[in-house]
């Protein structure tokens, strides 16, 4: 009988000691916290401050005798603007450039012969030099939005070959 008990004790102990270790051990992870803090008048919301616009698939007879592609919409969200000293933002654009038409984006990839167009809230191109901004968007106490458009359109100087492509445009912004 004394066996029986210390069998029966030993059972009992590990099933509450297996009970133990599944409670402990449910999941775990992590949060990763980043950002900076800066000296302007509107903070970027971080849903717009990194982005990708998917311009879709694109058929090369589209982009024959100077037509485009279907412009996307893509924004830069400000918010919480004080605009006690500051009126106004604009947008300085930065990227590689295509060889033959320095008003488009390159594209790195298997498709060439084209290139990514940005027009800015007032149908200007965007200059991808760092130093041209983009039109001045005036600003309003609050939430406030640069919206541009982008498209991809032939460099003109050769055939547009299908394929794959990325891109990668970075900006600053400049209040006045």
Known sequence: MTI??????????AAFTAGFANAADQGAGS????GSIIDAPCSITSDTANQTVDLGEVANSALKAGQTSTPKTFNIQLEQCDTATLKSVQALFTGNTDTNDNNLLALSGSAKG????IEDGSQQLVKFDGKTASSKLALQPGTNTMVFT???KSDGASEVVPGDFTSVTNFSLQYN
């Not at 029966?8 to 102990?13: D, E, K, P, T």
């Not at 949060?31 to 980043?34: K, L, R, S």
């Open 4 to 13: 029986k008990k210390i069998v029966l004790a030993m059972a009992v102990g």
């Open 31 to 34: 949060v990763a916290f980043t």
């Open 114 to 117: 084209a290139g990514i167009a």
């Open 150 to 152: 982008a498209y991809v």
